[in-house]
Each structure stands twice: as structure tokens, then as C-alpha cells.
């Protein structure tokens, strides 16, 4: 069994029966669970002080424990605020050797960004304890894919993307694009190219996800990557005055504008059912009339 290390870098847990519900599920699956206190901690919204916040992250390159699982509680917001005091020197030195599994997705894709434009660190971009492991079901298919990215050296993930036929391969990389425009033109924004880009959001109208998109072309980025992978981008029904502008219109006008691949339909994102992607990994992509096949491989994995 595993040991999971917590922090709450972002926002407070308003749901503390998920966050408790998720506790108890990893202690009675035979996991070991540090720093559970972190759980209760608030400072108006966010899950502690600024002080508070940094520790959390910070103390990570202190960590002594082999195999451990970093999760953050929940996203929100609040990361974006650690980033100049985060000591990146020490957490890049701290995964050089034993690295630790840092695992989460939302607000926490400011974090795992500033890790890999810092100091190339492989951080997994997927489930969190409150929203995925308390949930009132745990999602089999999330869990199964996420005990396969940290068990296995080389995998692969499967669905029937929507897209061109293309094989391309290079550095996976990405995670809710949100934040990722938030980090254009800071040291914390990953330069990476010939990259494969995964992206994902929620809760964002079509246009405000084109918006963002076209942000990120614009800014040189999409162009530069060897594909682009859109994973769920949930709560975003159009309403009456888009007249049928919707997530595919989104998606067919940004493919007349790119000279690389597209694929859509990922599993990936801030639903129940996600894949668990470590950015930073090499990746392989091929997409073809049958299906669609991500190969990913170079992560750090649990040894026992």
C-alpha cells in the first residue's frame, strides 16, 4: 500500500464531508494518509494562511519518505499567489533522487507548470482527494488509470478521439488551460516546443474557451507544440443567443487556424472520470479512424 502526503496550497474545502470521505476510503484501502489536518485549515477562502500555504509546499523538498503520494486536498484558487516564494531550487533537487508522486489538477496546474519551466519536474495531472476520492462513488476508471500511471514505467491510454489521423510524439505537457494563460509571460510558463499540449477546463461558455485558445495561438504556443489534446470542458452549454455556436464550432475554427494535429474526446479533466497524465513524460500519439492511443513513458513510478 501507498503512503499520500496532503497539502492545500489553494482554496478551502467547503465540502469537508467529501474531503473526510475521501480520507477514510484511502485508510481503509490500506493507505497511509500524513497531514490531514491540512483538511480544516481556512483564512477566509483560501485553506490557510499565505504562510501556511507555502509550508506546504515548500516542506515538500524536506520530505523523507520514500514511494509518497503528494495530493493537494482541493483547487479553487491560491496557488497563484505562492509562486515568487516558492523555493523551486530545493523542490528540483529534492526530485532528483526518490522523487516524490505529486499528483493534482485545477489551480494545482500553476504549481505543476512552475516545476517543469524550473526545473523539469514530472508532476501527474489528475485526481485530488476531495473531489475524486470523497466523491459519494469512487470512479473505477479514474482509479484504475490512476494506479496505472504511477505503477507503470510505460503505458497507454485509448478513446476515440475526434480529429485528423497523425503520429506524433514529443513532451506531454499542459493541464487546465485557465491557468495555464494566466502563467503566459512568466517564468512559471513551460517553454517547451515540439511538445504534445493537453488542455482542460470547466465551467468556461465556448467563446471564453476559443478565447483562450486563440490566446494561446497567438502567443506563438499551439504552433509550436507537434499536437494539441483537448480533454472535458463540462459546464459549457451554449446558450440561445449562440444559435448553434458550440464546443464543435470552437473546435472547427481552431483547426483552420493551426498547422498541427487536434484531437478532441480525452477523458482528462475535472470530471469523475479522468485519466491520469504525468506532465513533463515523453509521449507518443497516434490517431487514426479506429482509435486514438497515447503512449506515455519517463515518469518517476512507485517502486513497491
Not at 486514438?292 to 512507485?302: E, F, R
Amino acid at each position: 500500500m501507498s503512503l499520500f502526503h496532503l497539502i492545500a496550497p489553494s482554496g478551502y474545502c467547503i465540502n469537508q464531508q467529501a474531503a473526510l470521505r475521501g480520507l477514510t476510503r484511502l485508510r481503509e484501502t490500506g493507505h497511509q494518509v500524513n497531514n490531514a489536518a491540512v483538511i480544516h485549515r481556512r483564512e477566509q477562502r483560501f485553506a490557510g494562511t499565505e504562510a501556511e500555504r507555502l509550508a506546504d509546499v515548500n516542506s515538500l523538498a524536506s520530505l523523507t519518505t520514500a514511494d509518497t503520494i503528494v495530493m493537494p486536498v482541493r483547487g479553487g484558487y491560491g496557488a497563484s499567489r505562492l509562486l515568487e516564494n516558492i523555493d523551486w531550487q530545493a523542490l528540483t533537487a529534492r526530485q532528483q533522487h526518490n522523487p516524490l508522486l505529486i499528483c493534482g489538477h485545477s489551480d494545482f496546474t500553476a504549481i505543476q507548470s512552475g516545476l517543469l519551466a524550473q526545473g523539469n519536474v514530472i508532476t501527474f495531472s489528475g485526481p485530488m482527494l476531495a473531489a475524486n476520492f470523497g466523491a459519494e462513488e469512487m470512479n473505477a476508471f479514474t482509479e484504475y488509470h490512476f494506479w496505472l500511471a504511477l505503477r507503470n514505467a510505460q503505458y497507454t491510454v485509448e478513446w476515440q478521439g475526434q480529429g485528423p489521423a497523425c503520429q506524433s510524439e514529443g513532451t506531454l505537457w499542459g493541464g487546465n488551460l485557465a491557468m495555464l494563460i494566466s502563467l503566459i509571460g512568466t517564468p512559471w510558463m513551460p517553454k517547451i516546443e515540439n511538445g504534445i499540449l493537453v488542455l482542460e477546463d470547466i465551467n468556461e461558455h465556448p467563446f471564453r474557451v476559443e478565447r483562450m485558445l486563440l490566446q494561446l495561438l497567438d502567443a506563438g504556443i499551439l504552433n509550436r507544440q507537434n499536437a494539441i489534446v483537448l480533454g472535458s470542458f463540462s459546464g459549457s452549454t451554449p446558450n440561445e443567443y449562440d444559435a448553434g455556436y458550440d464546443l464543435d464550432a470552437v473546435y472547427a475554427f481552431l483547426r483552420s487556424r493551426l498547422s498541427v494535429p487536434l484531437i478532441t474526446g480525452l477523458d482528462f479533466g475535472h470530471e469523475q472520470r479522468t485519466v491520469t497524465l504525468p506532465l513533463g513524460a515523453h509521449a507518443v500519439l497516434k490517431n487514426t479512424k479506429e482509435a486514438t492511443q497515447l503512449t506515455i513513458s519517463g515518469h518517476p513510478v512507485l517502486k513497491s
